[in-house]
């Protein structure tokens, strides 16, 4: 439950995104690539974070889904 509801934005968050809007093109729902670089800034986040010491309870996953060491 915790991995599935983390509200990190990581590696796998964006790539999942990317995904999602090149499925998109693909199927002709859109016109036009759409890149979804820039739309996330985790720096706010991140700092909320470390405000309330909750920097480690969430795993960060790479971009195939695996956990980050």
């Known amino acids: 439950m915790k991995d599935r ?4 934005i990581d590696p ?3 790539a999942r995104y990317q995904s999602v809007a090149d499925d ?3 199927l002709n729902l859109i016109r036009q690539p759409v890149s979804v670089n820039g739309w996330f ?3 706010y986040l991140d700092q909320a974070l470390k405000s ?3 920097e480690g309870y969430w ?3 790479d971009v195939s889904g695996k956990p980050i060491a």
Do not use: Y
């Open 59 to 61: 795993p960060r996953f």
């Open 24 to 26: 998109a093109l693909r």
């Open 52 to 54: 309330l010491k909750l």
């Open 41 to 43: 800034e985790p720096k």
């Open 5 to 8: 509801n983390s509200p990190l």
């Open 12 to 14: 796998f968050l964006v």
